[in-house]
């Protein structure tokens, strides 16, 4: 496994999801209904959002040629929207500089998934930014209310699992969404294959790929 592989999984649903669920869990347990619903209503409309852009493109062709844009990056929204809540929230309330510091270095962490996408090939500059967009929609407000409760001990025990599971084998979960996205796509649509990178329904792409045969593609993402 290279290492852009390594962090590319930072930003993988199979591992991040469930740190999504416990946090949301967490949060109720801990007394904190207000912070727990923001942090579900968030996350959850971050995750319908790239789903649907998934699916439009996969299942009906629906993009950006001029963009080269095919659906948000999932991988850069889950790290966006998790990593930095994850870090923040690992950090006594006491301590508000050093949970800033934290929070900054789990947006790093996520910018770092990003770029990893883009080295692997798997994503173009529109999706990646715009799924880093995304989370931090999710990830900066929630971070920025005062009356979240913090749980040190708790989320650096999630942080450890979280970071043991990354190197373990786990290859039957890792990818698993996008196999879904790709099955749910063809199911909606009726199609008995999904579009790839290249081939666009739509009329509106720019004039610099008007001229090309729409069966040639490119890398899927």
Known sequence: MSHWHLVSLFGESAYLLPCA??????????????????????????????????????????????????????????????LPVL?????PAAWRRLGWLAAGAGVGLALLVGVSRLALHAHSVSEVAGGLAVGLCVSVPFILRR????????????????????????????????????????????????????????????????GRDARVCCRSC
Do not use: C
Request: charged share 5%; proline share 4%; hydrophobic share 60%.
């Open 21 to 82: 669920v416990f946090l949301a869990l967490w949060l109720y347990w801990r007394g904190a209904p207000g912070s727990a619903r923001h942090w579900v209503v968030a996350f959850a409309a971050a995750a319908l959002l790239v789903l649907a852009s998934k699916l439009a493109f996969l299942g009906w062709g629906i993009g950006s040629a001029a963009l080269n844009f095919t659906g948000f990056s999932g991988h850069a929204m889950m790290a966006a929207s998790v």
């Open 87 to 91: 870090l923040y929230l690992a950090v």
């Open 147 to 210: 009356t979240t409760p913090h749980g040190p001990l708790a989320m650096v025990l999630t942080s450890v699992v979280l970071a043991t599971a990354l190197v373990m084998p786990m290859t039957g979960t890792v990818g698993a969404s996008h196999a879904l996205i790709q099955q749910l796509a063809m199911l909606l649509s009726g199609r008995d294959r999904t579009f790839q990178r290249g081939e666009w329904a739509m009329h509106w792409q720019a004039p610099a790929y008007a």
